[in-house]
Every structure is written in C-alpha cells, then in structure tokens.
C-alpha cells in the first residue's frame, strides 16, 4: 500500500508559476512510474507528465515546454514545476505511482490548481 499526499495547488494569474509535491508514504526504489493528471470539470481525467524509474519523462503535448516532472528518490517525492501557466490548465491534479511488479496503481486525493486569465 502507497499513501500518496499531494501540496502546492492555489490559484495564480495567467503566465504565472506553481510547483506540486507528492509525497509518498514508501521508498520510490520500488515504483516504476510517477505521474501526474489532472480532470478539469467536465472532462475525462488526461495524463500531464509521467517519469520512469529510469528518468525517461512523457508530457501531454499541451504542456510540453511548459512542465517539467522530477522525482526525489531520498526524500520519496514526485514534484511538478508548471510554469507559463494558462487558463486551460485548471483542474484538479492528481498524483498517481504504479508498481510494476505487484500491477499495483495508487493515486493522491488530489489538488486544485485554479489559473485566472
């Protein structure tokens, strides 16, 4: 079992900056995937950003530019610096780690992250 707990959503202007954590409640040596999607209301939950155990990182294309994912082995964190912030990117963003060798998936009870144009 992974208890992930997601901080850094707010509210911030159009062109403006946040950067979500996720903090997992187990070493990440174990996690195969960390990423991070987000559900604005209305639509289907989407994939953001995802890295790899072995740092290989995936972004929506929408975001590409823009986000950039990083993960923290010692301090067992998954972060998400947004920058250039639209108003199509509010939602709320979840965190999400898959493990592989028991195809287990978990997700954060999810962050609201509001931009105003």
């Known amino acids: 079992q992974v208890q992930l707990v997601e901080s850094g959503g707010g509210l911030v202007q159009a062109g403006g900056s946040l950067r979500l954590s996720c903090a997992a409640s187990r070493s990440l040596f174990s996690i195969t995937i960390m990423g991070w999607y987000r559900q604005a209301p209305g639509k289907q939950r989407e994939l953001v950003a995802r890295i790899w155990s072995g740092y290989t990182r995936n972004y929506a294309d929408s975001v590409k530019g823009r986000f950039t994912i990083s993960r923290d082995n010692a301090k067992n964190t998954v972060s998400l610096q947004m920058n250039s912030l639209k108003p199509e990117d509010t939602a709320v963003y979840y965190c999400?780690?898959?493990?592989?060798?028991?195809?287990?998936?978990?997700w954060g009870q999810g962050t609201q992250v509001t931009v105003s144009s």
């Open positions: 999400n780690v898959v493990i592989s060798a028991t195809s287990s998936e978990y």
